[in-house]
C-alpha cells in the first residue's frame, strides 16, 4: 500500500505564492504519472498540473505560466510551485500517483487534500 501525504496549503494573498509538496511512503515500487487536482464545493475534481516519471508536464489552461510542477523520483515526492495566485485557485488541492507494482499491476493513489485559500 502507498500513502501520499501532502503539505504547504494556507492562506495567502493575490498575487501572492504557496508551494506543495506530496511524498509517497508505503510499499513503492515505481511511480508513474504523478499529479496535482484541485476540487471546490459542488464542482469536479481537475486537473491542475501531471508529470511523467521522465519529466514532461502538462497544465490546466487557468495555470499555465503561473504554476510549476517538479517531482524528485528519489525521494518519491513532487512538488507545485504555484505564483501569481488569484482567488480562483482557492480548492482543496489533491496530490495523485500512479502506482506501478513489481507485476505490472497499476493502482491509482491519492492523498487527502490541502486546502489553499487565496483571499485578501
Known amino acids: 500500500q502507498v500513502q501520499l501525504v501532502e503539505s504547504g496549503g494556507g492562506l495567502v494573498q493575490p498575487g501572492g505564492s504557496l508551494s506543495l509538496s506530496c511524498a509517497a511512503s508505503?510499499?513503492?515500487?515505481?511511480?508513474?504519472?504523478m499529479a496535482w487536482y484541485r476540487q471546490t464545493p459542488g464542482k469536479q475534481r481537475e486537473l491542475v498540473a501531471a508529470i511523467t516519471r521522465g519529466g514532461s508536464t502538462n497544465y490546466a489552461d487557468s495555470v499555465k505560466g503561473r504554476f510549476t510542477i517538479s517531482r524528485d523520483n528519489a525521494k518519491n515526492t513532487v512538488y507545485l510551485q504555484m505564483n501569481s495566485l488569484k482567488p480562483e485557485d482557492t480548492a482543496v488541492y489533491y496530490c495523485?500517483?500512479?502506482?506501478?507494482?513489481?507485476?505490472?499491476?497499476?493502482?491509482?493513489?491519492w492523498g487527502q487534500g490541502t486546502q489553499v485559500t487565496v483571499s485578501s
Open positions: 508505503g510499499r513503492v515500487f515505481r511511480l508513474s504519472t
Open positions: 495523485n500517483a500512479e502506482g506501478v507494482a513489481a507485476t505490472g499491476l497499476r493502482t491509482d493513489y
